[in-house]
C-alpha cells in the first residue's frame, strides 16, 4: 500500500530543537517531490516546505524560514524536518506528503511550551 508515517514530535521548551522523520512506502520515493504541512490548533492546515526528488531545491514559508530544514534520503526512503528556534507559535499537528498520490500521514504533534 501506498503510505508515509511521520514521527519524532514531543513536547520541546521555547528556542529548543526537535528533528521529525517520514517513512514512505509502497510508490518510488525518489521520483517525487516531498512537503511538510502543519495545522496550528484551530487554523486550516498550512504549507511548511517542499523538497525536490533528488533534494537539490527547497522551499519553506515565510513562517519557518531560517529556522526550519527540510531534507530526504532517497536510499532510506525518508523525510526529515528539523526544526530549530521553535517558538510557542509552531505548536502543531505536523504532517507529511506526497502530492503525486495525493498521500498523508496521520501527523505527530509538536507541543512548544514552557
Known amino acids: 500500500q501506498l503510505q508515509v508515517v511521520e514521527s519524532g514530535g514531543g513536547l520541546v521548551q521555547p528556542g529548543g530543537s526537535l528533528r521529525l522523520s517520514c517513512l514512505a512506502s509502497?510508490?518510488?520515493?525518489?521520483?517525487?517531490?516531498m512537503r511538510w504541512y502543519r495545522q496550528l490548533l484551530g487554523k486550516e492546515r498550512e504549507w511548511v516546505a517542499t523538497?525536490?526528488?533528488?533534494?537539490?531545491?527547497?522551499r519553506y514559508a515565510d513562517s519557518v524560514e531560517g529556522r526550519f530544514t527540510i531534507a530526504r534520503d532517497n536510499v532510506k526512503r525518508t523525510l526529515s524536518l528539523q526544526m530549530d528556534s521553535l517558538s510557542v507559535n509552531d505548536t502543531a499537528v505536523y504532517y507529511c506528503?506526497?502530492?503525486?498520490?495525493?498521500?498523508w500521514g496521520r501527523g505527530t504533534q509538536v507541543t512548544v511550551s514552557s
Open positions: 506528503h506526497a502530492p503525486v498520490h495525493d498521500i
Open positions: 523538497i525536490s526528488d533528488s533534494g537539490d531545491f527547497a
Open positions: 509502497g510508490f518510488t520515493f525518489s521520483n517525487y517531490p
